[in-house]
């Protein structure tokens, strides 16, 4: 049963126009969740994140939206440039449990076109 | 910023051997390391949460006689896999978690090690 999850396994995105990667979550006690970007053989690298308390979060390019009714929450990248290229994985936590590991998504493969 | 090393980055060993991956915690100390595997366009699973001193929790369907894990120190943990069979070929990745960073809420991955068995 997955609990975190990523209906799209690839998204082609021109260069310079906006990237929206979606992400869905089924179970109610996550309260945060992070965003990771992954090249194939090497450890993810953390982009952005949100606490549950919060319903949007900026950094730079990179904003992760979150809609806790819907329990629904995307990154957008804007502009998209072409090192953007990779697989992204959502991924989400119960910050109350104690020590617990994050529960990833499926990611999807961003590919950014010149 | 945090880093996490890991090591080795990819290893090929003979179906029945076993193989030790090590993980350490470079700039911080983590109570509590965790242990994921990714198949090829998978997501990545959580295997089991190393605490430091004291038995690894599993998660369910992950033997704990296969992939052994030592949490000896506060910068170290090791996932040993023991008589490695070729379905065990995959990629292994650990994390730490500084409870000092907040952005990630603390989690840093390695790099992950690469295991072939033939």
């Known amino acids: 049963d997955q609990q975190v999850k990523q209906n799209s396994p690839s998204l082609s995105v021109q260069e310079g126009r906006i990237s929206i990667l979606n992400c869905d979550y089924t179970?109610?006690?996550?309260?945060?969740f992070l965003w990771y970007k992954k090249y194939p053989a090497e450890g993810p690298t953390f982009l952005i994140s949100i606490s549950s308390i919060k319903d949007k979060n900026e950094d730079g390019r990179f904003t992760v939206f979150l809609n806790k009714s819907a329990k629904h929450l995307s990154l957008h990248i804007v502009p998209s440039q072409p090192g953007d290229s990779a697989v992204y994985f959502c991924a989400a936590v119960y910050s109350g449990g104690g020590a617990d590991g994050l529960t990833f998504g499926k990611g999807t493969h961003l590919i950014i076109q010149p | 910023g945090a880093v996490v090393s890991q090591h080795p980055s990819r290893v090929i060993c003979k179906s029945g051997t076993s193989v030790k991956i090590e993980c350490r915690s470079l700039d911080f100390q983590a109570t509590t390391m965790f242990w994921y595997r990714q198949f090829p366009k998978q997501s990545l699973m959580l295997m089991a949460t190393?605490?430091?001193?004291?038995?690894?929790?599993?998660e369910q369907g992950v033997e704990k006689d296969k992939f052994l894990i030592n949490h000896a120190s506060l910068t170290l943990s090791t996932l040993t896999v023991t008589s490695a069979h070729p379905e065990d070929s995959s990629f292994y990745i650990c994390s730490a978690r500084d409870t000092l960073q907040s952005a990630n809420y603390g989690y840093t991955f390695g790099s992950g090690t690469r295991l072939t068995v033939v």
């Open positions: 179970n109610s006690m996550f309260d945060y």
């Open positions: 190393s605490n430091e001193g004291s038995k690894a929790t599993y």
